[in-house]
């Protein structure tokens, strides 16, 4: 990882999406506010300038230093980015009179240029501004216009800098990850080293060094991120690597029996702890979604830290934070050095006295999987879709009883085997049930029933920040619905969420 690419963020709600872009390419990169730049750039082969929701006019805009960096390293320059050299180094930005949002496409690129390489004339690329740059900066020369503006891409000359005024990041710039590609590789010739065998290999040396013989206790949670790093560890620390998963009662069907003969077969050291009644005596009575969150929280961190305390001399706690995690806990609206450390545990306490350690805390989702697949983890385990933390407590809306969390389970259980069964499983990124806090008018047989209804949700995504709603046959969904209300008591209605996240989220609490 010491080919680094700095992403500087000006609070852009497509930065994370030019770092996934950037490492598709198997080039590491991490992203910074603008106003908390590294002090040592010395790692770093390039640096990219992100959009921002501000204007370059306005009394409030980000103003980042560049002056370690402009002429020194590579640098690209992203819509806000481009109109911010414009605007502070001779040139001129102003409102535009056609404000361009959205598929556009270039109608000029100027010949012979590598950034531009096998990129064609009229190719898409995705606009979202009020700005636009009206003359160009000192010693800037134009490489592409679109209809509507004249200047969508320059760069200066004398130094490695280059602007665009579009997002090359997002799906609908057509040739925008190949110029990612030619800037990235061929104009700032920095290694496509990063890739899922050289993470392992250089993280397992990095925990070896970091840990040495100590032992290091890990929350397992049946998940993705979790287990990927529990399996990390082991090929780092072996034996003193001790594994507890917590049954909080709130897990899918027979999860918990399940998930712990999975991780025999790993090879992993792990201890199962049934605390079901401790988690439902902590949810009795309370409706809010927060309060169930804290309500859990506080359960497990109790439940955990009696466990870990009977190991003996335990040092470190190991979580299975990502990069968004690390990301969001450094805002660009005030710069903070303090890392989530709630992944698996929901806070740690000052009482545990416990360092911690987080083997995938620069990697995204999708860069989860790859490295587990290159561990040799089981793909059905890597293709599990996402499950919060508070389990099944917030697809029940409304109190917490046994009986709500026993029929929620069957129906859950219906629903997803259903999507297995019908090989939608993997064409969804994450599916669930939820049981609504409304009892309906039915009829079964020659009587008349007044019971549960449940909200069936499915969604498509790629990291969960936004989310389209699926389109499942209806031929599944009627299914599926004959099959949870014949098979689960209790329930005589079943209804499809087709909400996207925005305006919905995921989850219903």
């Not at 361009?100 to 100027?110: D, H, M, Q, V």
């Not at 902590?282 to 979604?289: F, I, Q, S």
């Not at 917490?400 to 219906?414: F, P, S």
Request: aromatic share 10%; with cysteine; proline share 5%.
């Amino acid at each position: 990882m010491q080919h680094n690419v700095l992403i500087l963020d000006f609070g852009s709600q497509y930065t994370q999406l030019i770092a996934r872009r950037v490492r598709e390419l198997n080039i590491f990169c991490e992203i910074f506010p603008y106003n908390h730049i590294p002090s040592d750039l010395s790692s770093y082969k390039a640096v990219i300038l992100g959009g921002s929701p501000f204007s370059v006019r306005g009394e409030d805009a980000p103003h980042p230093d560049l002056s370690q960096i402009r002429g020194k390293l590579p640098l690209l320059a992203v819509c806000y980015g481009a109109q911010y050299l414009a605007h502070f180094s001779g040139g001129e930005v102003a409102a535009s009179n056609t404000r361009e949002y959205g598929r556009a496409n270039l109608s000029f690129i100027k010949e012979n240029e590598i950034f531009f390489e096998d990129v064609a004339v009229n190719s898409q690329v995705w606009m979202s501004h009020s700005d636009s740059i009206k003359a160009l900066p000192t010693n800037a020369v134009k490489l592409a216009s679109t209809h509507d503006v004249e200047f969508a891409a320059y760069k200066i000359e004398g130094e490695t800098t280059y602007a665009i005024q579009y997002h090359p990041e997002v799906f609908h710039s057509t040739d925008g990850s190949k110029m990612l590609e030619n800037f990235l590789v061929k104009i700032a010739e920095v290694p496509q080293t990063f890739t899922p065998n050289a993470f392992v290999e250089e993280m397992v040396a990095e925990l070896k060094e970091k840990v040495g013989n100590d032992k290091v206790v890990l929350g397992l949670s049946g998940g993705v991120d979790s287990t990927v790093a529990a399996v990390l560890l082991h090929q780092a620390i072996g034996k003193n690597l001790y594994c507890i998963f917590v049954n909080n009662g709130l897990l899918r069907k027979n999860e918990f029996q399940s998930v712990l003969d999975q991780y025999e077969g790993m090879g992993l050291n792990v201890k199962g702890v049934d605390a079901s009644e401790r988690f439902y005596a902590a949810l009795a009575g309370v409706t809010d979604p927060e309060l169930k969150r804290k309500a859990i929280g506080n359960a497990f961190i109790e439940v955990f830290d009696a466990e870990s305390q009977l190991i003996e001399d335990v040092t470190w706690l190991a979580q299975g934070t990502i990069y968004p995690d690390v990301i969001e806990s450094v805002s660009v609206k005030g710069p903070s050095a303090t890392i989530k450390s709630h992944h698996n545990v929901g806070g740690l306490p000052d009482y545990m006295k416990l360092k911690i350690v987080e083997p995938l805390r620069m990697l995204f989702k999708d860069e989860v999987r790859r490295v587990g697949a290159s561990l040799g983890i089981d793909p059905e385990l890597l293709g599990r879709h996402p499950f919060p933390g508070p389990g099944l407590s917030i697809r029940i809306l409304g109190d917490i009883t046994l009986e709500k969390v026993q029929i929620l389970q069957d129906v859950d259980a219906v629903f997803i085997d259903g999507l297995k069964s019908w090989g939608l499983y993997d064409k969804v990124w994450q599916a669930g049930a939820i049981l609504l806090p409304v009892n309906s008018v039915g009829v079964m047989g020659d009587e008349r029933t007044y019971e549960k209804v449940v909200a069936l949700r499915a969604v498509e995504s790629t990291d969960g920040m936004t989310a389209d709603w699926v389109h499942l046959p209806y031929e599944f969904l009627m299914k599926v619905s004959n099959d949870i209300i014949n098979k689960v008591k209790g329930v005589n209605r079943v209804v499809y969420d087709i909400s996207s996240k925005p305006p919905a989220t995921i989850e219903w609490e």
